[in-house]
């Protein structure tokens, strides 16, 4: 890769800028899903929160599994081995398939009464329940495409998948219009549309990711899906070792939002409603420093195979400055424009206000976000995942939700969960530096004395 800063910098910003559209664009997704049903009533828009709270742990930490490829082939490619990295990818296709059946299997027995045990208004119930039954029909081909996904942009070709994403938007927002709104015909269904909408949306994604791979350079030389290729126990256990660490950290993270989501449900409709818009916005913005994050994995991943560990780090510093500079300019825009972007989910004048408040708590969200998120992607990179996974317990679960618990019983009322995100955020960001800047040391300092 290029060896000055200008040429470092240049390299990274090509990787990254592809990766910030997918991520944007898939995130899209679940943000219209959020407006269109806010649109339809304040029940249908709880109901998706509750909805997608139970729904994106999961499948954010199982698919975080899926995310070890792009580190296997990253260093693959550094390394010049490209010959191994067809049979790594069915070995994924084949893990991903299995994990997609188990979970489909395991919530056909547990959603129901998890449900049953929240204090929630029919409708918003019905439509959570409906809502997640409709989005389990595109679970399969959402983990196989994450395993495309990841072997497309663990080359380098992340422009490749912002294609891939950007075609099937138009298509995601307009299910939604018909099936929410019940146009042309189609029966209104609320909230549920949107999970209907989603699901058809990852079989596209999926046929045009099959499409490309198996016609289209560089990927048609690696002959995916020309030979066949016997499941290897060995190989998912290769995948698993460094993906469940990183599937862990993505799920004790992830659901530590979602559990607060399920823990608001205490709280009145308007409540958790605005709530759900505040977060559902910070969560767009953090698709910035989640793409980079995802873009140093990459970049950090090639030094690392290539065993240029100067380089690594230097691609460390681009990512984390990129991030900080960013999180800063989006806190100003949140703080002066936070009751607008609340007028965008709702017409509820409650429901705006209460969503205006937490909005503050969103700025120091993107700040610590640009710190803990870029690192966690360079952690990757070097296959450091264990240490990682313990911070993320230690920060969210032993630290932000019982602080959060906390607050919540004091006059901060709902207020009190953010406060405690936010602490456990900070402990996030301080202990991930501290980790990263250890292993480059010894990295570096491991080449020079070999060398």
Do not use: C
Request: proline share 3%.
């Amino acid at each position: 890769m290029n060896t000055t800063k200008k040429g470092k910098i240049s390299h990274f910003f090509t990787l990254l800028l592809p990766i910030l559209v997918t991520q944007v664009t898939l995130f899209s997704m679940s943000f219209f899903d959020t407006i269109m049903s806010g649109n339809s009533s304040p029940q249908d828009l709880a109901g998706v929160a509750i909805g997608v709270s139970i729904w994106t742990p999961i499948s954010t930490g199982l698919t975080g599994i899926l995310v070890a490829v792009t580190t296997m082939v990253a260093n693959l490619n550094g390394a010049k081995e490209d010959n191994k990295i067809a049979p790594l990818v069915m070995q994924a296709l084949y893990l991903a398939g299995f994990l997609a059946i188990f979970i489909i299997l395991v919530g056909m027995f547990s959603i129901q009464p998890i449900l049953n045990h929240m204090n929630l208004e029919p409708k918003v119930h019905r439509v959570a329940l409906h809502f997640i039954f409709s989005l389990s029909f595109g679970i399969l081909p959402l983990f196989l495409y994450t395993v495309l996904r990841q072997f497309i942009d663990g080359l380098g070709k992340t422009r490749t998948t912002m294609i891939i994403t950007i075609l099937s938007v138009p298509i995601n927002v307009i299910l939604n219009y018909f099936l929410i709104f019940g146009k042309a015909g189609l029966p209104r269904l609320g909230g549920v549309g949107s999970g209907v909408a989603s699901a058809i949306t990852y079989w596209i994604i999926f046929g045009l990711a099959t499409y490309i791979i198996h016609s289209k350079e560089p990927f048609k030389s690696f002959r995916i899906f020309k030979n066949f290729v016997p499941v290897s126990i060995a190989t998912w256990k290769s995948i698993l070792k460094l993906g469940i660490p990183i599937g862990l950290s993505i799920f004790f993270e992830v659901s530590v939002f979602a559990v607060v989501t399920l823990l608001l449900s205490e709280f009145d409709t308007e409540t958790i409603a605005a709530h759900t818009v505040a977060m559902n916005f910070a969560s767009m913005l953090y698709m910035v420093p989640l793409s980079i994050s995802m873009a140093l994995t990459i970049a950090v991943g090639y030094e690392v195979g290539a065993k240029q560990f100067q380089n690594a780090k230097e691609y460390s510093k681009i990512g984390l400055v990129m991030a900080l500079l960013i999180a800063s300019f989006f806190g100003i825009i949140i703080y002066f424009f936070r009751y607008d972007v609340a007028g965008l989910y709702t017409n509820d004048s409650s429901v705006q206000a209460l969503a205006g408040g937490f909005l503050i708590f969103a700025i120091m969200f993107q700040l610590f976000d640009a710190f803990a998120a870029p690192i966690q992607g360079a952690l990757r990179g070097y296959k450091d995942v264990n240490v990682t996974l313990l911070m993320m317990i230690l920060a969210y679960w032993i630290i932000a939700l019982p602080v959060g618990y906390v607050l919540k019983n004091t006059e901060l009322g709902a207020k009190g969960y953010w406060i405690g995100l936010i602490v456990g955020l900070s402990v996030s960001a301080i202990t991930l530096t501290y980790r990263l800047i250890q292993l480059q040391n010894q990295k570096i300092k491991l080449a020079k004395d070999i060398a």
